[in-house]
DNA sequence: CAGAGAGGAA
DNA sequence: GAAACTCCTCTCTG
């Protein structure tokens, strides 16, 4: 304790010198307030953690001031706040739009089912609030207007701590090296006092850097209402002079001696930025990291603006004014869900900045796609705008331009080819004005982080539909991008009809006896079991049946498994296409093309390359047969397939998206944790256990027990194939694929299949069949099935049709 | 264009 | 709770 309080003595003492108020800092030191902070405010969330699995409601009702008395108008107001942070509020309110704009700016949206919505308040979304312009004191008011009972005296000082010290110091960019930067050079001391900053620091010299401060502007969100746009948010400035948007500039007041036009600075090494930022915000002094763009002169303007059709919606424009409201942009994350609009808030981020852009993007194929878009939507000069992947090199030819590349492309450890290290070279050597990180929760990934180190951008947008893994690490994103700056209402945005409203079902499908025999045999959660339970007949005939009813009603239809075996079973019994990952490129392109334009295509198999990596055209109505564990991420990105269906503004309209579950397997555990992202986005999942006239059809697959048995004894046979062929390969082929890793498998896997048809005998002819048309398949030649050769003429007659017409 | 090698997701 | 496992990407090489 006594050296603690000395330290404690030490920074109050420090603060009186600096001529703050010290009670801004408490008696605590940094570190301590900081642990306060979390030991207060992350009980909560470890709470909820752990409880929610056994207990849906009693969380709620832990850690609350109950004993509160409401205030006597409670029910006129809208919410509540609790003092560990947690904000309840009525979505029935009258207050509730207004309340709700305002809860977004200050607080995480955790929940937001019907009725009621769950915020939290984090430092992280307080220090977004204050950097988007909102003063600790009107926080404070505001939650104390909008609440039934009086705020706690644990939420005020927490709202006041994390707020208090906001925006003194700024991490920036000068020729492409990291900079701590202040007005107030005392800070700055205290800073590298910090063992951990200190030791982050790239320049060897004792002092501070000075330099004469920058000016501060006005701009306007480009695509908006341009005029109306830029009025708004001089208005806004006009209304709170002193409101903390002009943080530097209230502060400059209070030393208003000579140093006025000075800013003070010292260097980082540019790969412990997330490190600095993570430390800084510790201490209590979280970095803002703002770009001010409109005053740079050292990097070269780029010629982009938004082509006058492009109109931005009101969400977007909101997520925009988030980035740029102080006429800087602002590096943070905009969550929208898919087909929303992602790629129109990067380029008009792009338009707004006018600087050099670089995009990242996870797969080579949305490469090619947010070129398209560029162009589409900005009067970009396509020369201006460069791809680099392993397929083109090309860098842009001017001072500015655009370039586009995957997170793979720049993390590349390996060796790289000859253009490829020049196209690096050009990378890392210039400044960049924005950074684009598509699909942005990949970038906590071990090797992605890096990124963020090798490109030296000015300012960063993180995009994803869905901010969420299911590791701990979508925290970084706040040291390694920025906050989120905004987060759609899934539900308002269906209700506005931005996206589609979809109808979320969980079908319960009872084993079949064989088949539960078998699964309790197997042990749990092994591949064989997953791949029983997915092709457990019941389900296979509720899928069969789904289908049937929905492409008689006009849908076009993507059923997803996980399970390869799965897939191609299902697709084929039922004479589908399907794509995974062994599908040649051309092939899946006429797939997809297929099922898009060709009205006898209505159902395609996707295996979990439709998760991301498919451009996949509009469909209305999604069955998933198997899925990956629990992952919320895949479910929510699944779902987020129909969103954009166009037939979405039709009266009535209505998107399908069905879960097929096989009761009393793991599924039904799984099935419920992948819900847990979309619930709380505000989406009703029926459960379905009974599919009416199901039962009537006697034309559906496994009708017989023979055939049941028969898809039994293929599973068994196959997966214990699978086994014996492991030992086989490690004795008889080890030598020769001693170092084949995975390549082995794959390549084992194929050829077992084969032996094992002939192994299998005459009785089991449709395994036969199968395998043939698979094996075709996967080595992309020899025989094509019929259902295939069907699909080849049908391509052909498309073109002849789009040919004749156009 | 196949195969190798490396990485991610969960 | 860790670790295996599968599936899928990417890039570079021959």
Redesign the pocket.
Known sequence: MPPKRKAAAQTAAEADAEGWDSDDMGALSDQEMYDDLKKNFSIADKKRRTIQRADAASFIFKHDNLDQPLKPDAASRPLWVNDDGKIIMESFNPLFEEAQDFLINIAEPVSRVSRMHEYTLTLHSLFAAVSVGHSSKEIIDRLERYSKVTLGSNVVAFIKKATSSFGKAKIVLKKTLSYIESDDPAILQRLLRDPTVASCRADNTDGLIQEAAPKIGVMAIPGTKMAAGATQIAQTAAAEPQAPVDMIASLREEDDDEDVAKVHSFQIRSESREEVIKRCQQIGLPLTEEYDFNNDEVNANLDIDLKPHAQIRYYQEKALSKMFSNSRARSGIIVLPCGAGKTLVGITAACGVKKSVIVLC????SVVQWRSEFIKWSNINPDDIAC????S?AVFKGNAGILI??Y??I???????Y???KAMDFIRSREWGLLIADEV????????KQVTYAVASHAKLGLTATL????D?IGDLNFLVGPKLYEANWQELSEQGHIAKVQCAEVWCQMTPEFYTEWLRSPPSS?KNDIISSLNPNKFQACQFLIDYHEKRGDKIIVFS????A?QKYALKLHKAYI???T???ERMRILENFQHNPEVNTIF????GD???DLPEATCLIQVSA???????EAQRLGRILRAKRRNDEGFNAFFYSLVSKDTDEMAYASRRQAFLVDQGYAFKVITRLEGLNQRTDLAFHTPQERRELLMEICLAKDA?VEKEKIEGDAFGSRFA?????????G?RRTAGTLSELSGGQQMSYIEYNKSRNSEI???GVKNAFLRKLNSSTANAKKKAAGGG
């Open positions: 996870t797969s080579a194929m680099f992947t392993a397929e090199k590349t995957t793979a492309m993390t590349s450890v390996r060796n790289r080819s253009d490829s290290e929760h990949v970038v906590p990934a071990k090797m992605f969420l893994r299911e590791d690490k591949p996980d399970n390869v075996f897939l995974y990952g062994g040649p490129q051309n996707l295996s979990k390359i991301t990596s498919l990956h564990y629990g992952s919320r991420r895949q699978d170092n084949g890793g995975r390549a082995k498998k794959g390549a896997a080595k992309g030649k």
